[in-house]
């Protein structure tokens, strides 16, 4: 069989290094140059004939990271290797999968492009913001989900007195998801969008009052919209905790959930958290990522892993 190798960016280096670990390879080597203008340049360890794995997730800074993850891939490429494949647990630009304005580009396409041609054979996400991805990516697409382990870190701490909350339309899918995991019902927040950073609550579908609410979401960028959920529930809930699959967490969205009140925050390591206390919790997606290499690298199917429609 093909040599087995995981190749780490520096956007989550703790994440490749634990996935090798679980997988029982070589740790992730090679080093990244950073020239005074901000130019960056990856040198990849000698990779030629193997089925190489490059864990790069294009979290904030997003282009930063995007561009060092298309020179990783083109180093790959250039050096043989027999097959690579991007593991990118965080895809950035999945928001812009169409266009709200003329004038606008659609920039999931023209990132999915990029990554196939700097030389990926393959591509891997955990619950990317859009379905999309996959229909307009040149190469296949493997999309896991964080979803059940998640669940199962939020389920039993109510004893069955839960509401999945869906705190805009569009994870209402997400919600109804997390619902068929753990059997509690699901309700709806509709949403009114101000701004990129503030949204207002409209109204609340679904029965709630003293029942823990579970909010869950894809990712959590500004938090502007789970504190419009928050802000409807809070004299409605017996409880409120927050699940989503990545926290990008952009500045100012830390202090904005801490004020919420909220009693848990859990996000998984997609992206690098560093220092994590309450009420943030980290779901890790190594044994996910790393049973996905492994089915992939043996050409095992990925059934039992793919992200529900």
Avoid: W
């Amino acid at each position: 069989m093909t040599p087995l190798r995981v190749v780490s960016g520096s956007a989550n280096p703790g994440l490749a290094a634990a996935i090798a670990a679980m997988l029982d390879i070589e740790a992730p080597g090679g080093e990244l140059e950073r020239f005074p203008d901000g130019e960056v340049r990856p040198v990849v360890e000698h990779v030629g004939g193997k089925d190489v794995y490059v864990v790069q997730p294009t979290s904030p800074p997003v282009n930063d990271n995007l561009v060092e993850l298309l020179l990783l891939l083109d180093a790959c490429r250039r050096s043989r290797a027999a097959r690579v494949t991007a593991v990118v647990p965080y895809f950035g630009y999945a928001r812009q999968s169409r266009r709200t304005r003329a004038g606008q580009a659609l920039g999931l396409r023209v990132v999915a492009e990029a990554v196939a041609g700097a030389g990926a054979d393959r591509l891997v996400v955990v619950d990317p913001h859009t379905a999309a991805l996959e229909s307009v990516s040149p190469i296949p697409v493997e999309t896991l989900t964080a979803v059940p382990l998640l669940a199962e870190r939020i389920s039993p701490a109510h004893g069955g007195n839960t509401v999945v909350v869906a705190p805009d339309a569009g994870a209402a899918k997400l919600a109804e998801q997390y619902a068929a995991i753990t059997g509690d019902t699901v309700a709806l927040v509709r949403k009114h969008r101000d701004s990129d950073t503030s949204a207002t609550a409209i109204e609340l579908l679904g029965e709630v009052r003293g029942r823990a609410a579970v909010i869950v979401d894809d990712l959590i960028s500004t938090a502007a919209t789970l504190e419009a959920a928050v802000e409807i529930l809070r004299h409605r809930a017996s409880d409120i905790v927050v699940a989503a699959s990545h926290g990008p967490l952009t500045p100012g969205a830390v202090e904005r959930l801490r004020g919420l009140g909220v009693r848990r925050v859990l996000v998984t390591d997609t992206i690098a958290h560093d220092a994590v206390t309450p009420p943030f919790e980290v779901c890790s997606v190594v044994p996910l990522l790393a049973s996905a290499i492994a089915d992939l690298h043996s050409g095992q199917p990925l059934r039992e892993l793919i992200a529900r429609p």
